[in-house]
Structure formats: structure tokens, C-alpha cells
């Protein structure tokens, strides 16, 4: 069971590769990329009767992904990418796609904070205390730094792709998620 027919995988396929690669080089996702991708989305689901799916893994993703841009938590490109995403995929790859991305952003800002977390480790082993952990965390922490979350959707929008393709337990329980997911929403 393929979460999305061959030409919609081919589409964010591509459009995850390009907007991930394009975050990691410029910081930013283009709105030449973005919208035509949303337009081509909900044209493409409402040309196969899967409109309402569509739009609601375009509003599901974007419209989260919205809050979180309001509140300076990401780019307004990501915001795009997301909904252009969700618009391909559908309401039951938006929600595994969201949840995969969610969990790929936090493992993005884990190896961000890796250098600040181990150093205050060290502190505290090497008798420091946690008064000099937090000093030296506070002096290896950079606040400015950003992490190009438009790597997390294109690794989250990939996984949905390919968990429920996969062998063994893995897959069967990507497979079962996803029949969850349809009948909850049809």
C-alpha cells in the first residue's frame, strides 16, 4: 500500500528533495518553488477526485505550520513548503508527514545544541558544579544560530513516502497507520 498514487510520490519526491536542498544552501525556501508546487497539488487532486483530501493536508500542515511562523518560530518558506506538501499528499500523508518532520526538527535542534550540551556535561563531571555547567553552556550556546527546518519536512514528506513500503514490522506498522488514519478521515 503506497500512501499516495506513482505521479503524486514523483512530485513531492522532488519538490522534498529541492526545497530541503535549497533550505541547507540559502536559508531560505523560494516562493517560485512553493506556490506553483501548492497550485499543482490541489490541480493534480481535484483532476483525480481527491480534492477535499488535498486541501485538507494543505490546511492541516500549512495552517500549523502558520501558528508556528506567527509566533517566530519558522520561516514563512517553510509555512509554503508544508502546505505544497500536504496539498500532494493528502490529509493521512499530511498527518504522517507533519509527525515525521516534527520528529526529524527535533533531532535537527539536538545536534545543533550538541556542542553547548556536552561541554556543560563535561563541566559537570569535571567537578564544576551546575553554577559553571550553566556558565559554560551559557558561553557555547549561540541563540542567532537557525536550523534549516525545510531539511525536517523533506525527510518527514520521504518517510511518509516510504514507511509503509517498507519490509517487515516496520512497514506493516506504517501500513496499519495509514489505514488508521483513512478511516478516520473517511
Not at 505544497?84 to 490529509?91: C, E, P, S, V
Not at 527535533?106 to 556558565?135: C, E, I, K, N, Y
Request: glycine share 16%.
Amino acid at each position: 500500500m503506497f500512501p499516495v498514487d506513482l505521479p503524486a510520490a514523483v512530485a513531492i519526491a522532488a519538490l522534498a528533495a529541492a526545497g530541503a536542498a535549497w533550505d541547507i544552501g540559502t536559508g531560505r525556501i523560494p516562493n517560485w518553488l512553493t506556490l506553483p508546487a501548492l497550485g499543482a497539488g490541489l490541480f493534480y487532486a481535484a483532476r483525480h477526485e481527491s480534492l477535499m483530501s488535498s486541501l485538507a493536508g494543505t490546511l492541516l500542515v500549512g495552517g500549523i505550520y502558520a501558528v508556528l511562523f506567527a509566533l517566530g518560530g519558522m520561516g514563512g518558506g517553510d509555512v509554503k513548503f508544508g502546505a505544497a506538501l500536504g496539498a500532494w499528499g493528502g490529509l493521512p500523508f499530511a498527518v504522517v508527514m507533519f509527525t515525521l518532520a516534527a520528529l526529524a526538527g527535533g533531532v535537527q535542534a539536538l545536534w545543533t545544541l550538541r556542542h553547548p550540551v556536552l561541554s556543560a556535561s563535561l563541566a559537570v563531571l569535571s567537578g564544576q558544579g551546575m553554577d559553571g555547567a550553566h556558565q559554560v553552556f551559557r558561553s557555547a550556546y549561540q541563540p542567532q544560530q537557525t536550523v534549516p527546518y525545510g531539511v525536517a519536512i523533506g525527510v518527514g514528506a520521504i518517510g511518509a513516502l516510504l514507511w509503509p513500503v517498507m519490509p517487515g514490522v516496520v512497514g506493516a506498522w506504517g501500513r496499519e497507520i495509514y489505514a488508521l488514519l483513512a478511516a478516520i478521515v473517511g
